[in-house]
Structures are given as structure tokens and as C-alpha cells.
């Protein structure tokens, strides 16, 4: 837990007094104070929990809003136990936030046995990924709502819009205040969320200026269109109400972004002091892996491919862009198994996911014992590269032991292909560089999402092939751009958080190919694009210095060893 001992001498005062009048209120199991940085500017939290006995009369309720008018830059929330333990239960990011990460300032801790189980990266983790579920099931209604106004059912129309903007309303509420307002009403949401957002009417203002009525008029349209058949609207009006709900789909992913990093900045400062000895953890994550994977499938041996990840990130902490997730550890296994499985890397790796819930990333390469008899017969493949005695972290008998040999040779014709083959894949590159210079401001912009991932895609495939001779199956970005971090960490450093105004760019790359089938929302417009492509650029720039190092390489190994083959031969050796 923090302290608040960077706060200032007034803020320490008023936190005194601001105790001293809550618990002249009522008797109180235990506050929290929590500061936290917004765009800048600090913002205070004052979080109190009191007990599910007490039955808080008007008059108590009346004199808490009292004193959060006197002391307006403090936002203050009351909660019974049993509802901070369901917004524990919920993964809630705000609980993380201001409880877990929060100052007792009064009383003790509550429901201890929960809060000592927390991990914070984990919580994080599962957080990000409830607040997707709930933007995906906003997507559906606005979804209905687009399909019912290209039929002119308006009814159903205005229907589906005020529940998509009712549900980013009670998301924002759950992220800003710890819980939602049960109420149907969006005037009350927009009452409730007021005094923390000052300026949310001016998110719901009609052609005429007017934001009380447009307001009303929302809530009449929930109404009527859910009780009676006797309603009309324009679509004049719905197109505002389409706007409206872009605006509360943003702000809603805004205030999510900001608090997860927080969150993140919080954790990433404690896991920084982690020591050496925390080896001790990853050992056991990992032995239980193996364990689950020995135990359910039939398992030949498994591998640990390591490079320049497990050197770039300490402690194999995990916290990239294309996982979409936050895990505390990440690893990469190669795994034979003694007979095939009938199912791909992908659903393995979602298995494994849904088993150990996130706690730990496990990117797969997924053979069987058979097939890589064949393939070490044939050579020139991956397994040349991965199977490395000193990576083995289990077998079932010795039956590779002695094809565990890193290679180290090249011969001239291999040099000629692999160029032959990474110029394809560069050409590929270099025309959709070229594609995206052409897309214009009124065109659709998730194409230009789409065509960065695409180039991402054709990058790393064509470096796997170069540094491994692995041209794998699965093609998700996300797993592409994990197996080449081990051997090059240059897509991870151009494609960053902090390489861009609009973190929203990143998460669009990452769903592009989601984009391009159905109309979802996106957080991407034409301003970012110039920002995009000067980081395509980059990433071409950076990507063929890679390449044409590895390709050196290659070339100075093929051809010095073809010369001692010649001299082998040669009259005067």
C-alpha cells in the first residue's frame, strides 16, 4: 500500500479533518485515501467502507453529500463491505486502485483473507479484459441500432443507442466512482457522474444548443420505444444520438486507459525492486505448466525457447501492446508431443489461458514426434534452431538427445534462397507502405489499420523464416510478434505506448482484422495516420537493418565454409 507522504502539508490537513467529520457521521470499519494523476493534474479519493449492520439513515446520507460539497476536490465514496467485495470479486480496476493501492488513513483493512490474495498484475489483467466484454456487448446493441435505422424502425433505433449509452454509463461510473447507478435514467447518470465530470452535459447537446431537452428526449425515447408502439423520432435526431454515443464510447475508453496506467505505473514500480531470488517463482509458475500439460496431454518433451525476450525484459514480465493482456510471466515453449493432438497452437494456447485464468502468458510451437523425426531427417527447418539440450525442460525418453545440436553452418545456395525469399516478403512490404500513402481523409480508416497490421504480418514472417526456417500456421499478430522478440526486439520498440499521442492506434492495429468484418467502433482517425506511418517507416527501416545483418551472417558462414571445402580438394593444400 502507498503512503501519502508527497502530499502536501494542506492536503494532509484537510484529509484530517475530512476523517474527523465522516466518522462524526457514523461509525466507520475503515478509510482510504488514494492520489492519483490525471492529464497532469491530481485528483484525490477518499474511500469509506462501513458495515452491512449499520443502516445508514437519510439524514447520514444527507450530511456525507454535505461535507463532499465543502470539500469538492476530494471525491468521496461509501461502501457497504459486501459491495467492495463484489467490486473485489469483479476484478474492478478501481478497487485495485484506490483500496489495494490505497492509504488506510482509518480503522483496518477490510475482508483481509481477499485483499492479501490480490495479485496486482493479474487483477489488471482480467480487469482489461471484463472491460472488453462489456465494450463488446455496447458494440451489439449499437450493432441492432445501425441494422434498425438502415430499415427506418426508429423505435428500435433509439431503443438500442440509449441502452449502448446507458451501459458506457455505468461502465465509466464503475471505473471512476467503484460502482454503477442502477437506473435507467441517463439524466440521473448524468447527475451522479457530474461532480467528477463537470463538463458531461456538453456531451449530449442537440443542433440547437440545448442539452436539458435532448437529455429528456433520450429518456422518452427508452420509454416509449420499450413500452408503447405509439413513438416517432426523426433521423435527424438519431444521428445526433449516433454522435452522442461515439462521445461516451471514448470517454468510456479514455478514463479505462488512464486508470490502467496507473494501475500499471504502480506495479511497474514495485516489480522494478523485484530481486534475483523472485527466480524462485518463475520456477514454480513453470513447474505447474508442466505438470497441467504432462498430466492432460500426451506429452513427448517440451522446450523453452529463449533470446533477446528473456534478455531485453527482466524476470520475463509481460507488457506488450499485441498480448492485449498484462501477465506477470511470459514464456515461449516449443512442445512435441508423442501423438498428434487434432487441434492447433491457438486453441492450445486458449486452453492453457482459460485454465491458469491469465495469470501467465504461453505462446506455442506445437509438433508432434513423428513429424519431427521427418523434419530433422529432411533438415532445414526450425528444429534446428530450438532444440537445445540446455532448453529441455522435460522428456519422456532419450529419443532427440542426440539431435540437440545448435547449428552453426550455411552453404552458399542457402545463402542465395533466403535473400530470394526476404526480398518477397520486403517487396510485400514496401507495396502496402505504398497503399497506405494513398488512403485519403474520407476514406474508411480502419483500411489503414488494416493494411499496418498486414505489413507487421509480412515483416514477421518473412524474419522467422530468415533467422529460424519457421514458417508457421497460426498468423495472429500477436503470436507472430512474440516469436520474433526473441531473437530481435525491434517491433516492440518502434510499436509502443509511448510512441504515440493516441494510445487507441495500437489497440486498433491489434483488432484490425475484427474492424474489417463488422462495423465496430474504433478509437482512430485521419490525424493519427501521419503518426502511423511515420512508424511503418520506421519499422521497415529498422526491420532491414535486422535483415540484412542476419543475412551477413549467413553469408559469411556459407562461404567460408564452402572455401574449406574447396581447399580440401585443392592441389596446392
Not at 5 to 19: D, H
Not at 270 to 284: G, L, R, W
Request: proline letters at 2%; aromatic letters at 14%; charged letters at 25%.
Amino acid at each position: 500500500m502507498r503512503t501519502f507522504k508527497n502530499s502536501t502539508l494542506a492536503v494532509k490537513n484537510k484529509i484530517e479533518e475530512l476523517k474527523s467529520r465522516l466518522l462524526s457521521v457514523a461509525e466507520m470499519i475503515s478509510i482510504y485515501f488514494s492520489e492519483v494523476s490525471i492529464d497532469d493534474t491530481k485528483a484525490y479519493f477518499i474511500n469509506v467502507i462501513y458495515d452491512e449492520q449499520i443502516l445508514f439513515k437519510e439524514e447520514q446520507f444527507i450530511a456525507i453529500k454535505k461535507i463532499q460539497n465543502e470539500y469538492s476536490e476530494f471525491n468521496i465514496q461509501i461502501f457497504k463491505e459486501r459491495q467492495l467485495k463484489n467490486s473485489i470479486a469483479n476484478f474492478n480496476s478501481y478497487a485495485l486502485l484506490h483500496i489495494y493501492f490505497g492509504k488506510i488513513i482509518y480503522g483496518s483493512p477490510p475482508i483481509p483473507d481477499i485483499l492479501n490474495k490480490i495479485e496486482p498484475a493479474h487483477y489488471l489483467s482480467i480487469s482489461k479484459a471484463n472491460f472488453r466484454k462489456e465494450q463488446l456487448k455496447i458494440i451489439d446493441f449499437i450493432g441492432d441500432a445501425k441494422f434498425t435505422y438502415k430499415g427506418k424502425i426508429n423505435a428500435y433505433t433509439s431503443f438500442g443507442l440509449h441502452q449502448s449509452i446507458e451501459l458506457s454509463f455505468r461502465s465509466l461510473e464503475q471505473f471512476l466512482c467503484g460502482k454503477a447507478l442502477i437506473n435507467h435514467s441517463l439524466k440521473a447518470h448524468i447527475e451522479y457522474l457530474e461532480l467528477l465530470i463537470p463538463n458531461i452535459r456538453s456531451l449530449f447537446i442537440d443542433d440547437r444548443g440545448n442539452h436539458q431537452e435532448f437529455i429528456e428526449n433520450l429518456d422518452r425515447a427508452y420509454n416509449a420505444s420499450r413500452y408503447t408502439t405509439n413513438f416517432h423520432i426523426d433521423k435527424a435526431q438519431l444521428k445526433l444520438i449516433f454522435a452522442c454515443f461515439q462521445k461516451m464510447f471514448y470517454l468510456t475508453q479514455y478514463v479505462f486507459d488512464r486508470q490502467y496506467e496507473n494501475c500499471s505505473s504502480i506495479i511497474n514500480a514495485s516489480t522494478s525492486q523485484i530481486k534475483k531470488s523472485n527466480f524462485q517463482d518463475i520456477n514454480t509458475t513453470q513447474h505447474t505448466l508442466i505438470d497441467h500439460l504432462v498430466t492432460n496431454y500426451p506429452i513427448h518433451s517440451i522446450y523453452n525457447i529463449n533470446g533477446a525476450l528473456s534478455a531485453d525484459l527482466p524476470y520475463n514480465k509481460c507488457i506488450s501492446w499485441l498480448d492485449g493482456q498484462e501477465a506477470l510471466y511470459k514464456q515461449t515453449l516449443l512442445i512435441i508431443t508423442s501423438e498428434p493432438l487434432n487441434k492447433s497452437e491457438n486453441d492450445l494456447m486458449i486452453e492453457l489461458d482459460h485454465h491458469f485464468q491469465d495469470q501467465f502468458k504461453t505462446y506455442i510451437l506445437l509438433d508432434d514426434i513423428s513429424n519431427v523425426a521427418i523434419k530433422i531427417d529432411e533438415g532445414g527447418t526450425y528444429l534446428e534452431y530450438l532444440l537445445k539440450s540446455e532448453n529441455r525442460l522435460y522428456s519422456l525418453n532419450k529419443q532427440l538427445f542426440r539431435d540437440e545440436n545448435n547449428r552453426e553452418y550455411f552453404f552458399p545456395v542457402e545463402y542465395y534462397t533466403k535473400t530470394a525469399e526476404w526480398l518477397v516478403r520486403k517487396n510485400r512490404a514496401e507495396f502496402i507502405v505504398s497503399l497506405m500513402r494513398d488512403v485519403e481523409e474520407k476514406e474508411d480508416h480502419a483500411t489503414y489499420l488494416f493494411l499496418s497490421y498486414q505489413l507487421i504480418v509480412q515483416i514477421c514472417l518473412g524474419l522467422l523464416d530468415l533467422f529460424w526456417n519457421l514458417r508457421p500456421i497460426e498468423t495472429d499478430i500477436s503470436y507472430l510478434v512474440n516469436l520474433i522478440n526473441h531473437f530481435s526486439n525491434h517491433t516492440t520498440a518502434v510499436f509502443k505506448f509511448g510512441n504515440f499521442k493516441n494510445s487507441g492506434i495500437l489497440e486498433g492495429i491489434r483488432n484490425a482484422p475484427q474492424y474489417m468484418l463488422t462495423p465496430l467502433p474504433y478509437n482512430f482517425d485521419y490525424k493519427d495516420m501521419d503518426e502511423l506511418f511515420s512508424a511503418c517507416l520506421k519499422f521497415i527501416q529498422e526491420t532491414n537493418k535486422v535483415a540484412d545483418k542476419r543475412l551477413e551472417d549467413i553469408k559469411i558462414s556459407a562461404f567460408q565454409r564452402y572455401v574449406s571445402i574447396e581447399n580440401c580438394f585443392s592441389v596446392n593444400s
